[in-house]
């Protein structure tokens, strides 16, 4: 009963794969959101979906794609990948646009080699 | 350009005392403000917040206080207990941001000794 969940937990790919991290959320909300957690540990935000419509953008490379089949989900999909995407990857959830009441899942650890 | 810092890396405290972690911000826009709290391969988990309107906001043993002349808050855990030992991450946001975006420090590593 994992409110916030995705998979894997764990990625290791060599540079140039494609890749996908699944997420799903079982709380009802209506945004969902990716953040990556660099080598310096900061999380930034990549992006943000209400109600499967695409709300931020971070100004991430074009080889980042992000995918909301309807709004308990968001996956992300990595082409091409280098070794700098290497990090943590964690997706999240609020019940609605603001910063409050954020759900993040645990983590997917993506290394690239 | 970092919109908030978390200048502490780490902070060891006995377990008892009193745990003080600080942040700073630069964007004047931001008017609210939270802490999560982060064990070791799992996600963060949010811990307390605070409204711009506000200077101070207490949660049982977690108080966080909000200086917005200096654009400081900090967070106190008193007593600290072991349990407490884990990575604290300061974040902020500004109502006009659309999509509820945070913006992260860089954490401060706690530990908590017996």
């Known amino acids: 009963d994992t409110a916030v969940s995705q998979t894997p937990k764990y990625l290791v790919t060599q540079m140039g794969n494609d890749k996908s991290i699944k997420c799903e959320q079982n709380?009802?909300?209506?945004?969902m959101y990716w953040y990556k957690q660099d080598s310096k540990k900061f999380l930034k935000i990549m992006f943000s979906?209400?109600?499967?419509?695409?709300?931020i953008n971070e100004t991430v490379p074009n080889r980042f794609s992000p995918k909301s089949p309807d709004k308990a989900h968001l996956n992300l999909h990595i082409n091409s990948l280098e070794l700098g995407d290497s990090a943590v990857y964690f997706c999240?959830?609020?019940?609605?646009?603001?910063?409050?009441?954020?759900?993040f899942g645990s983590g997917t650890r993506l290394t690239v080699v | 350009d970092q919109q908030v810092k978390q200048n502490s890396p780490s902070l060891s405290v006995q377990e008892g005392r009193i745990s003080i972690l600080n942040c700073d911000y630069t964007?004047?826009?931001?008017?609210?403000f939270l802490w999560y709290k982060k064990y070791p391969a799992e996600g963060p988990t949010f811990l307390i917040s605070?409204?711009?309107?506000?200077d101070k906001n207490e949660d049982g043993r977690f108080t966080v206080f909000l200086n917005k002349s200096a654009k400081h808050l900090s967070l106190h855990i008193v007593p600290s207990q072991p349990g407490d030992s884990a990575v604290y991450f300061c974040?902020?946001?500004?109502?006009?941001?659309?999509?509820?975006?945070?913006?992260f420090g860089q954490g401060t590593e706690l530990s908590v000794k017996p």
């Open positions: 979906y209400n109600n499967k419509e695409l709300i």
């Open positions: 605070i409204s711009s309107i506000k």
């Open positions: 709380l009802g909300h209506d945004t």
């Open positions: 999240a959830s609020s019940p609605g646009q603001g910063a409050g009441g954020y759900t």
């Open positions: 974040a902020a946001s500004a109502s006009y941001n659309q999509g509820g975006k945070l913006i």
């Open positions: 964007n004047s826009m931001f008017d609210y």
